[in-house]
């Protein structure tokens, strides 16, 4: 009989595609990564400002009396 074949867990999964990613985004190329891979590696939702909302912010505190 043939050995059995030994499944990944998702945390070595996970693992081996984040490596993967990190080997071929060093030599320069880029890479597009899933979003539930992204999500594994510890991507996040940008959420900090476009350009137009930090220019319209900038004078907020003079609009407000401080």
């Known amino acids: 009989m043939p ?3 030994e499944l ?3 945390e070595e999964i996970d693992q081996a595609v984040a ?6 985004a060093s030599a320069g190329v880029p890479v597009a990564v899933d979003p539930d891979d992204a999500e594994a590696m510890g991507a996040f939702f940008d ?3 476009d350009l137009a909302d930090a220019l319209d912010s900038r004078f ?3 609009a ?3």
């Open 3 to 5: 050995d059995e074949i």
């Open 8 to 10: 990944m867990t998702q």
């Open 19 to 24: 490596n993967q990613v990190d080997r071929v």
């Open 47 to 49: 959420d900090a400002l």
């Open 60 to 62: 907020d505190d003079v």
């Open 64 to 66: 407000e009396g401080e």
